[in-house]
């Protein structure tokens, strides 16, 4: 742990329950009343000489000695910190995914052509992007274009696939407008970050700014933005010395190893951490277990003969009857912690499958049978539930199995029922845009000639009027057709650059830049 992360995690140190705190001035109270009067020697009539006294008097204790008081009292104080619940950090909600919200911000210009950092810093910065995506798995991911002018590519996704081939379609050709709107591109991307739930960062990859940059850096650190991680793809030493000067900024060099992509990931992860402190609809994470281990070398202590205290074995057992949980005798854990709790561990641990075994509440278990990659039943196990939460999780979950009609309909049901919720009006929209975006291509690929299919041998006949229930001619084969929207997507990679670059030229007419 570095000294920064040291002195945050004491600065948001506090107690959860801390009005257990009043029984440690009884503690000490007690190891005062018992230790006084254990280490005074015996009432011996005055007449008798102080030296005699001592050689007569068996068993006496010298004050300074260990006494079985001391050990319990320190027993006893350490169970009273541990039950008021220190913390210094939050607790990830399940639905609100424990890695941070990204804005991928790609400058996409003729300078991003140079060949000094081979094949081209365009090239490398897309190999990059796709390292990035592929240590984030489960993780919401928006992409912004910007040169001349400032698009935005993919709305936040938790789904790398679907980032893919808008990625490789991005080249200075489909750009309106060759330049520098890196200050147009900062505000779009904290406007992505804004708009979500959990706290998140923005990652630029450019090879420089202009001089008129650094004024809006300064007030979006001012006015407490989103951080933002400057991954440089430029050779200039001057240049990357003035953004590492921007205030809110975090400035990585591009390297030929993975090392890059770690440090981005690390600065990634501690802008979650900071936000997290500040997000009150996080819980604050209960370490008081971490108390219990030097309390249980202290309770070794007990088994040393003369020193078994009778009245603190009551205490402590009246403790565990009062406020433990339910006794269990399948394994020592259970004597201690409860399946969620058990559950909680193995999931902290990336043992997601054991979590998934352990878990008894039904949004955890979902979550961790999403995180294994078990799609289809952790959709099942949130459709049971009937909150508006539970629906996103469910709607998300078929996302990532390509269900994407069926996610729509479960978003739809959460708007249903919360119209309040942003992140259920979100991820419609979101999945509305995939489906759009798939039905659309395949259509124009319906129709075209390479396949073999003329457009008049083509009917749709489904509710939407798109090509997912749509009847073909007797002269598309199996062979030659697509089945599943993976290999629709597949099929479009030399189409995206085309689309982007048509899509842009709209965006910058409607909307001067």
Do not use: C
């Amino acid at each position: 742990m570095s000294t920064a992360e040291l002195y945050e995690g004491l600065s948001a140190f506090h107690f959860i329950r801390p009005l257990w705190l009043l029984l440690l001035p009884v503690t000490a109270y007690l190891w005062w009343r018992i230790r006084r009067e254990a280490t005074r020697g015996p009432d011996l009539p005055e007449t008798i000489a102080p030296h005699l006294a001592n050689a007569l008097t068996v068993g006496k204790r010298a004050d300074s000695k260990v006494l079985p008081i001391d050990v319990v009292a320190l027993f006893l104080g350490l169970l009273v910190i541990a039950t008021a619940g220190p913390t210094w950090s939050r607790l990830s909600n399940p639905l609100v995914s424990d890695t941070a919200p990204l804005a991928v911000t790609l400058k996409v210009s003729k300078s991003m052509l140079n060949t000094d950092i081979p094949p081209n810093r365009m090239e490398r910065s897309r190999h990059k992007i796709l390292d990035l995506l592929s240590e984030r798995a489960g993780a919401k991911t928006a992409l912004v274009a910007y040169s001349g002018t400032v698009h935005q590519v993919v709305p936040p996704t938790e789904d790398p696939e679907v980032l893919k081939p808008f990625l490789e379609g991005l080249e200075p050709d489909v750009m309106p407008r060759d330049g520098n709107s890196a200050r147009a591109a900062l505000l779009l991307s904290e406007g992505i970050i804004g708009a979500l739930e959990s706290p998140g960062a923005i990652v630029m990859l450019a090879d420089q700014i202009t001089d008129a940059d650094p004024p809006a850096f300064r007030d979006h650190a001012d006015k407490g933005g989103s951080p933002v991680i400057f991954w440089f793809f430029g050779r200039e030493d001057d240049m990357r010395r003035e953004i590492a000067a921007l205030p809110g900024t975090t400035v990585v060099d591009v390297t030929v190893d993975a090392s890059d992509v770690s440090k981005v990931l690390q600065s990634i992860d501690t802008a979650y951490r900071d936000g997290l402190r500040g997000d009150e609809r996080q819980e604050w994470k209960d370490q008081g277990w971490l108390l219990a281990w030097p309390a249980a070398l202290l309770l070794l202590f007990w088994f040393r003969r003369g020193w078994t205290m009778q009245w603190a074995a009551l205490v402590f057992a009246a403790g565990l009857t009062a406020f433990g949980p339910e006794a269990r005798a399948d394994g020592w854990r259970d004597w201690f912690l409860t399946p969620d709790q058990q559950g909680r561990l193995a999931f902290e641990n990336k043992d997601y499958q054991r979590a998934a075994d352990l878990f008894e509440d039904p949004m955890w278990k979902a979550y961790a049978l999403d995180r294994i990659g078990k799609y289809e039943d952790s959709a099942e196990i949130y459709a049971w539930q009937d909150s508006s939460d539970a629906a996103i999780g469910e709607g998300v979950a078929l996302i990532k199995s390509r269900s994407y009609r069926a996610a729509i309909d479960a978003f739809a049901k959460a708007v249903e029922r919360d119209p309040d919720n942003a992140a259920a009006q979100h991820n419609l929209k979101l999945a509305q845009y995939i489906l759009d975006y798939i039905e659309t291509t395949r259509e124009q690929s319906d129709t075209g000639e390479d396949s073999g299919i003329g457009a008049d041998d083509v009917v749709y006949d489904n509710e939407a009027g798109r090509g997912a229930d749509s009847e073909q001619s007797a002269a598309t084969t199996a062979e030659t057709a697509p089945e599943s929207a993976e290999q629709w997507m597949r099929t479009v990679d030399t189409q995206t650059g085309a689309f982007l670059k048509t899509r842009f030229a709209l965006e910058a007419a409607r909307t001067p830049q």
